[in-house]
């Protein structure tokens, strides 16, 4: 008797808590799936879209790749969905450098141009970016836009502080500012390691700037 007591007590004290707590629980539970639901959910949508990106560049390289009478209206198709439909994906900056590239061997300077100014103001793609700027100063420097290759310049990433001063020799030089050429490629020779070709290409840049 005194056990059915007891399990009487237990089951009371169980309703009450549920008449007090159920709601809460039930409330709670209920925004957890929905939050799980809608995180699952945003990932397979993530997912997609990536794939379709993934899609898109593949079409560009294919397009740049092949070349052809054609190449140039493809790449460049294929580089405008990626940017307007998935520029916060790598593969629209990803896409934009190697459009560039192939445009600018077809001959269609202006399009290369257009590719790596848009990826030459995205911030969000940090890792490109700085690449962008460093062609596009290259660019802007067989046009003869002095100035605004340098601008491209100022402010360099650490990482990239080196190939950005070897490149603002090379606008100081053409321009004729043979000593501050001669700081810049000096700096961009402090910047890179012994190992790196590019360190050898940069000597012989100051080597000619002394015998000119």
């Known amino acids: 008797m005194a056990y059915d007591l007891e399990e009487q007590e237990k089951l009371d004290a169980i309703k009450a808590w549920w008449a007090r ?7 709670l539970a209920t925004v957890v799936l929905v939050a799980w639901g809608g995180w699952t959910g945003w990932k397979a949508y993530q997912a997609h879209r990536a794939n379709q990106a993934m899609g898109y560049f593949e079409a560009l390289e294919d397009a740049a790749r092949l070349g052809g009478a054609d190449s140039v209206v493809r790449i460049k198709a294929a580089a405008a969905t990626l940017r307007s439909d998935y520029a916060a994906t790598g593969y629209a900056a990803r896409g934009a450098l190697v459009a560039a590239r192939a445009l600018d061997q077809q001959g269609d300077v202006a399009a290369a141009r257009e590719q790596l100014e848009w990826l030459a103001a995205q911030s969000g793609h940090a890792a490109l970016q700085p690449v962008a700027r460093v062609r596009l100063a290259g660019l802007l420097l ?14 360099p990433p650490a990482a990239f502080a080196a190939l950005f001063a070897d490149r603002r020799g090379d606008v100081l030089a053409a321009q004729g500012k043979h000593e501050e050429a001669r700081k810049a490629w000096t700096a961009a020779l402090d910047g890179f390691s012994a190992a790196d070709p590019l360190r050898q290409v940069v000597q012989l840049k100051l080597d000619a700037l002394s015998g000119a």
Not at 146 to 152: E, G
């Open 21 to 27: 707590y159920g709601t809460l629980v039930l409330t």
């Open 142 to 155: 067989d046009q003869k836009q002095y100035d605004a290759a340098l601008a491209q310049l100022d402010n």
